[in-house]
């Protein structure tokens, strides 16, 4: 007889983790189908945002979990979650609390858009100045 603990956990299992663990996690917001940002998840951020219904990503840079909004504000409630064909992208559908999901300030991280000259240009607006989000006074 298998631990009923393991068998809560079989739905993580479906997941192709990649070599360190991780899967691509894309925040699309839900009403607009808006694709606000990309991060990535390991089991632990994956198990978290399903239990706590807000998302949880793990940051490459520092190595350890980051809760959305933790130093924002700007969190995401997640209300649903989705697994591609393959098994290695997730999809959250967030409602996003303040309006800003990308660290420059603005709505959305895909917010440059290639134009004519192949140039990478700036297609979005800052909505909040980044130095007065993440202000330590």
Known sequence: MSD?????????????????GLVAAIAQERGTGKVLMMAWMNREALRLTRE???AV???????????????????????????DCDGDVVLLEVEQRGGIACHTGRH????RALD?????????????DPDAIYSKG
């Not at 959305?108 to 917010?111: I, V």
């Not at 004519?116 to 909040?128: D, F, N, T």
Request: a neutral charge.
């Open 4 to 20: 009923p603990a393991t068998r809560a956990d079989d739905w993580l299992d479906a997941v192709s983790w990649d070599d360190n």
């Open 116 to 128: 004519e000259s192949a140039a990478w240009r700036a297609v979005e607006p800052v909505l909040k």
């Open 108 to 111: 959305s991280c895909f917010y």
């Open 52 to 54: 706590s219904g807000h």
């Open 57 to 83: 990503y793990w940051s490459r840079s520092r190595q350890r979990l980051w809760h959305k909004g933790e130093s924002s504000g700007h969190q995401q409630v997640v209300r649903d979650i989705r697994l």
